[in-house]
């Protein structure tokens, strides 16, 4: 009995070295499979295939995760397979990578390595690999922002970047040789990254270009985004920053008046188009923005009855409204806007005839009113004829034609876009305006 059972701890005894064993000869039959489609790759594309098999099959077993070898190996394979598949595009044979996620699985291999190697020629096989995984990283990254895949650029850039800081520490030549060039790099890692789930992330590079005073204006843009919602001392800090670096930049005046657009403040709104005016004279949507601005004050000179500072507002708004129209003829806000106001004026004085009581020199105030009002809804409606033949799908132009055939009484028109109108809000697509273009 003690015989057999002395047999039984010899048997257990030596099935992990018989499992080590069994790795260490997948990892050699997937290095010889590697070194066979080296020796022909267009030929033997089949021994590439079984190699990344073999791997794949090494490190599912526990004891492959602190084995050098096996992390070493499939990193090896995969830096092989994406540079066959980049020659491939080279020479006209594919459009894309056919597996751009082997770059990131190329660099985790090489990470876990790194640490495993027990020999200086590991240890610089390893950072070897690591440095060749950059390449194709950089390829994957950069072929997704080609394509408009802003979010999944980020994550092969960022192994890129983390790669960069590897090599330091291990005192290698870094990726990005000058400041210039790594500052490029983490610029685009913010910009692309916030739409990640790693935002934070992505935050802290523009933080850190923020903190450099990086050349780039929509670091800073970007940064007056993400906090003035939460914190606007923060917010402002980064956007004069932004100034520093660079004052006459219009991007960063275009955050500031799009802060005030929100804030309606109309004073600052006026100071800083103006400016902006100044540095792109040809931007038809600053003269609109503008003309707003002035209508929005008419409407609360209207409001406080001061005719005055209404003539001087209205007049003001129309010049930069004309001027709007004039740089784009088919540009919607201005002929919209020129409209409101005729509208905006003559409802004010239907507002103040309902108000009027019945002696002789109220009735001839009533008339009085009844004329200037009738002519300033037919002076609004070409304008809002317009705006209806560039965006027949706006709402708020077709509530103001429905309302401005009503006080001009014309009870068909009145029909027409109210029925629109009724379509519009049960989620029909309006195809065709009803006045063309």
């Known amino acids: 009995m003690k015989k057999i059972i002395l047999l039984g701890l010899c048997v257990l005894m030596t099935v992990p070295e018989i499992i080590g064993q069994n790795i260490n000869r997948d990892i050699r039959q997937a290095t010889r499979e590697l070194n066979r489609y080296n020796l022909d790759p267009l030929q033997n594309a089949e021994n590439l295939t079984e190699a990344i098999n073999l791997i794949e099959e090494v490190i599912k077993d526990p004891e492959a995760l602190d084995n050098y070898r096996a992390w070493q190996t499939r990193g090896e394979i995969y830096n092989t397979s994406l540079t066959a598949q980049v020659t491939m595009i080279q020479i006209g044979q594919a459009e894309s990578l056919s597996r751009p996620h082997e770059a990131m699985m190329a660099f985790e291999s090489f990470r876990i390595a790194l640490p495993l190697a027990e020999r200086r020629h590991e240890t610089r096989d390893a950072l070897d690999g690591i440095t060749e995984a950059a390449g194709h990283l950089g390829f994957v990254g950069n072929t997704h922002i080609s394509a408009g895949e802003f979010d999944q650029a980020f994550f092969p850039l960022n192994a890129v970047y983390e790669i960069h800081n590897i090599l330091i520490e291990n005192e290698r030549d870094p990726i990005f040789e000058d400041k210039d060039e790594l500052y490029n790099h983490l610029y685009i890692l913010g910009i692309t990254g916030l739409g990640t789930d790693e935002a934070e992330l992505a935050k802290s590079y523009l933080i850190k270009l923020y903190e450099a005073r990086f050349d780039e204006p929509r670091v800073y843009t970007t940064l007056f985004d993400l906090y003035i919602r939460t914190d606007e001392d923060k917010a402002f800090k980064y956007l004069d920053a932004g100034k ?84 784009e003829p088919n540009f919607f806000e201005p002929y919209y806007t020129l409209g409101s106001m005729y509208f905006n004026k003559a409802a004010v004085l239907t507002q103040r005839m309902n108000d009027l009581g019945m002696s002789r020199e109220e009735q001839r105030l009533y008339e009085e009113y009844n004329t200037q009002a009738n002519e300033l809804f037919e002076t609004a409606l070409p304008f809002f004829q317009t705006s209806e033949s560039l965006e027949p799908n706006d709402h708020s132009t077709l509530i103001a034609l429905r309302e401005t055939y009503a006080r001009m009484q014309d009870f068909d028109m009145y029909q027409v876009f109210n029925e629109r109108l009724q379509r519009l809000e049960k989620g029909e697509k309006i195809e065709t305006p009803y006045f063309g273009n």
């Open 244 to 327: 520093e670096v660079d004052p006459e930049n219009i991007d960063i005046l275009y955050a500031e008046i799009n802060y005030y657009i929100g804030k309606q403040d109309f004073t600052m709104l006026q100071e800083k188009l103006t400016l902006a005016i100044e540095k792109d004279p040809e931007n038809h949507t600053l003269y609109s923005v503008l003309g707003n601005v002035f209508m929005n004050l008419m409407s609360e000179a209207l409001a406080e009855e001061n005719d005055e500072e209404v003539t001087l507002y209205f007049e003001t708004a129309q010049g930069y409204l004309e001027t709007a129209i004039e740089l």
